[in-house]
């Protein structure tokens, strides 16, 4: 059993506090913000995330996991803050990094260990954070142990995937390294590769993001390549991956969420020899435009008619918008909107507007103007579905062509039977 500081209770830090806690480590969750703190005081669970309110009560009820709005002391502190990403410079900000290890530094004592789980720039373990800590007067590698040791969970299956993925463990040295395993070991089911270099560590949880993300457009080209010869593009895929050695990804609306997205763009921080992976980005980016184009292509123009975007979360089953590619597609209908409204040589009227309702059931951000399911159909003239909940799989589509003012349904996820919509007098298009 040790003691465990963790630093940053979101995502990645609440269900890696409560696994140690669970684990009989004696932990103490951290957050700069104090209302997690009060409110995980209190019981409540901000994080949605399927199993976890049990998994957090669980350790908080044992008494091994406490929150607390100061840092202290421990055996080993683990850092999960945000390490978030500026989409025009294509900088990633370190600042909670930085302040992370700053926060440590008074309270770091000989023989403690330090591991960064945030994603980050190849790099950083070494250039921004171990500065930070050495302001204890302590170096890292002699006095104190430092490791990046990424984390891999998939959001929708972290509890089961902190527990059984593989880990990597990249110390600054041999020492480092051992430490951190034997901290893992008390819980990982997966097997633990250790590099001593923590540089190494960084760059392997990169390119496994950006493995998934050059994928994924792969996928995304062979689609629009497909709709050129009028093939089913999915059909294909899956036939080509019936070869042992063909693994193409899913085709979509774009890729979103807080990683697949920012990751390949951090490996760019040291090294202008990105090219595939940008092009990569590009060609995921720009499939928000392959579904207004094809709006239009089904609908003829834009103009005063209503499109509702089923799916705002930024994949199936998750309450996370960040990046999500329902929230590319309703921007950029307002930018073809605005397209629309600019002034026209004729001196024309301007024409109405395009109207985007968003329907989610799985979101409950308060500053989306999200809609019911039934007033998202009402009058519509298409339905884009942006995300594959599991509650689309069971859409009536039947009561769709009843509410709606055209037939017309864009299936970006591959959720929906196309020959039941085929049969109530839908336009059915699938990405
Ligand atoms: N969410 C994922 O699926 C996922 C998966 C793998 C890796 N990651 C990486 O893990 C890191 C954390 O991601 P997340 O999704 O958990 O973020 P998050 O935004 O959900 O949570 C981060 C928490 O850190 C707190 N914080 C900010 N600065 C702090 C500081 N100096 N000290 C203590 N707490 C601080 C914030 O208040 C917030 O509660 C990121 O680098 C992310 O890229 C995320
Ligand atoms: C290598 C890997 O597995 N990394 C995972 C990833 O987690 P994630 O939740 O971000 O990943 P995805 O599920 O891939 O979704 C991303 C977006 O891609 C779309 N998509 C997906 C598959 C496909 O075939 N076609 C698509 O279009 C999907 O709809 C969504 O918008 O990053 C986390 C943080 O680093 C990791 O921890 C986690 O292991």
């Given amino acids: 059993m040790s003691t465990i500081y963790v630093h940053g209770l979101g995502y990645i830090g609440l269900p890696t506090a409560a696994m140690f806690a669970n684990y009989d480590h004696e932990v103490t969750g951290y957050d700069t913000d104090e209302a997690v703190i009060e ?7 901000h994080i949605d995330e399927p199993g976890l309110r049990a998994f957090v009560t ?16 421990a055996k080993y502190h683990i850092i999960a803050v945000p390490t978030p990403f500026d989409d025009e ?44 800590l050495e302001q204890s007067g302590l170096d890292a590698g002699s006095d104190f142990a430092l490791v990046h040791c ?33 901290l893992y070991e008390s819980f990982v089911e997966g097997d633990i ?91 995921n980016d720009g499939m928000a435009d392959h579904v207004v184009e094809t709006l239009r292509d089904e609908l003829g123009s834009l103009e005063g008619r209503t499109i509702a975007v089923f799916g705002v979360a930024y994949k199936g089953n998750v309450g996370d918008t960040r990046q999500s590619p329902g929230l590319d597609l309703a921007q950029a209908l307002q930018k073809a909107e605005a397209e629309l409204a600019s002034p026209k040589p004729d001196g024309g009227v301007p024409p109405s507007a395009v109207g985007v309702r968003l329907h ?51 299936d970006t996820k591959d959720v929906l039977d196309p020959s039941e919509w085929k049969s109530e007098g839908f336009s059915v298009r699938r990405i």
Wanted: charged share 25%; hydrophobic share 40%.
């Fill in 39 to 45: 409110g995980l005081d209190d019981g409540n669970v």
């Fill in 58 to 73: 669980q350790a908080l009820e044992s008494g091994n996991l406490t929150v607390s709005n100061e840092v202290d002391e």
């Fill in 89 to 132: 410079t294509k900088e990633p900000t370190l600042e909670y990094v930085e302040a992370a290890g700053e926060a440590i530094a008074p309270h770091l004592r000989p023989g403690d260990t330090v591991i960064l789980e945030s994603t980050v720039p190849p790099g950083t373990t070494v250039e921004t954070l171990q500065p930070a």
């Fill in 150 to 182: 990424p984390e891999t969970v998939l959001p929708g299956n972290i509890i089961t995937e902190l527990k059984e993925n593989d880990r990597i463990i990249g110390g600054v040295n041999g020492v480092s390294t051992e430490a951190a395993v034997r």
């Fill in 193 to 283: 590769y250790t590099t001593e270099n923590a540089t190494t560590a960084e760059f392997v949880k990169l390119i496994q993001n950006t493995y998934r993300d050059v994928n994924i457009a792969l996928a995304n080209e062979l689609a629009l390549i497909g709709e050129d010869y009028g093939i089913d593009s999915r059909e294909a895929i899956e036939m080509a991956n019936t070869h042992p050695r063909v693994d193409i990804h899913h085709p979509g609306p774009g890729v979103g969420g807080h990683c697949l997205p920012i990751d390949p763009w951090f490996l760019g921080q040291n090294s202008d020899n990105l090219d595939l992976i940008e092009r990569a980005r590009a060609i």
């Fill in 360 to 410: 989610d059931p799985h979101v409950a951000d308060q500053t989306l103007d999200l809609v019911d399911r039934k007033s998202a159909i009402a009058g519509a003239d298409a339905v884009v579905i942006t995300a594959d909940h599991d509650e689309f799989e069971h859409l009536d589509p039947a009561a769709f062509a009843d509410a709606m003012a055209e037939r017309v349904v864009v």
